[in-house]
T-cell receptor
């Protein structure tokens, strides 16, 4: 069974800290991996898309890495801000999207 | 946990035909369902939001007469791509909001549409 697991399920850190969110997947057929942000009551916001041939992508304070051999992806958030508080989802794309359950992140001012 | 299914997972059709995609919330009542589209190597894009029993709200640039959305019950929403053309080939994903955590969206596995 194809699975995507996100650890931790919830995380609360003080403002300004750097943090890492983890995503692991069991299906080696996943050919790219995406990170999304979900704010309450709103749709998804795509953050980073890592193609199978890539190892990482960066956008501003965000950096996502992909290691297919170990079945892992990480999302690194630098200098966290209260506005980063949201649920972060990773999804692997094979024939279909396989979603992780998300990590609920709270940044305390 | 909350599960959202989509059917079919794959569909290949000829240009000019209409295709219906179903989105179901399997173990909760979805008061709101969302439809997204993702082209290859691009981000997920919200197409429309539908509340049970009312007309869908479409995002700017999405043709409501081409992408018909019906949210007839609290567990089922359908997206019909009418008179499909090759440029409609995409990955269509639905999500549903409801259940115990009212603000959380649960995503379906997606439907890959290829129009020949």
């Amino acid at each position: 069974k194809q699975e995507v697991t996100q650890i931790p399920a919830a995380l609360s850190v003080p403002e300004g800290e750097n943090l890492v969110l983890n995503c692991s997947f069991t299906d080696s057929a996943i050919y790219n991996l995406q990170w999304f942000r979900q704010d309450p009551g709103k749709g998804l916001t795509s953050l980073l898309l890592i193609q199978s041939s890539q190892r990482e992508q960066t956008s501003g304070r965000l950096n996502a890495s992909l290691d297919k051999s170990s079945g892992r992806s990480t999302l690194y958030i630098a200098a966290s801000q209260p506005g980063d508080s949201a649920t972060y989802l990773c999804a692997g794309t094979g024939n279909q999207l396989i979603w992780g359950a998300g990590t609920k992140l709270i940044i305390k001012p | 946990g909350a599960v959202v299914s989509q059917h079919p997972s794959w569909v290949i059709c000829k240009s000019g035909t209409s295709v219906k995609i179903e989105c179901r919330s399997l173990d909760f009542q979805a008061t709101t369902m969302f439809w997204y589209r993702q082209f290859p190597k691009q981000s997920l894009m919200l197409m429309a939001t539908s509340n049970e029993g009312s007309k869908a709200t479409y995002e700017q640039g999405v043709e409501k007469d081409k992408f018909l959305i019906n949210h007839a019950s609290l567990t089922l929403s359908t997206l019909t791509v009418t008179s499909a053309h090759p440029e409609d080939s995409s990955f269509y994903i639905c999500s549903a909001r409801g259940g115990r955590e009212l603000e959380t969206q649960y995503f379906g596995p997606g439907t890959r549409l290829l129009v020949l």
